[in-house]
Nanobody, 119 residues
Framework: QVQLVESGGGLVQAGGSLRLSCAAS????????MGWFRQAPGKEREFVAN????????SYADSVKGRFTISRDNAKSTVYLQMNSLKAEDTAVYYC????????????WGQGTQVIVSS
């Protein structure tokens, strides 16, 4: 089992920045690819960004490309999402997720952290 705990959400004005953190425990963190997803009220959960186990390969949704940066510190078993130039449409609950390097689907999910961007 992998336990994931997100933090860093909050209320921010449009154009501002936030950094989300997701602390993992329970298994060897470097055996997992990590991702960030979000779900806005009344909408489906959507992919935001992911990062391979080594940190060398990342990918982003088009809607956040150039504004958000995903990173990880395997020594701290933590993945981060730096969010800059925030927009009202970034308002959502943000979830981190872990996927074994041997699997295609995300196995473990955090409880989520709320981000509200006021315009």
């Amino acid at each position: 089992q992998v336990q994931l705990v997100e933090s860093g959400g909050g209320l921010v004005q449009a154009g501002g920045s936030l950094r989300l953190s997701c602390a993992a425990s329970g298994r060897t963190f470097s055996n997992y690819h990590m991702g960030w997803f979000r779900q806005a009220p009344g909408k489906e959960r959507e992919f935001v960004a992911n990062i391979r186990w080594s940190g060398g390969i990342t990918s982003y949704a088009d809607s956040v490309k150039g504004r958000f940066t995903i990173s990880r510190d395997n020594a701290k078993s933590t993945v981060y999402l730096q969010m800059n130039s925030l927009k009202a449409e970034d308002t959502a609950v943000y979830y981190c997720a872990a996927k074994s390097v041997f699997k295609r689907e995300y196995d473990y999910w955090g409880q989520g952290t709320q981000v509200i961007v006021s315009s």
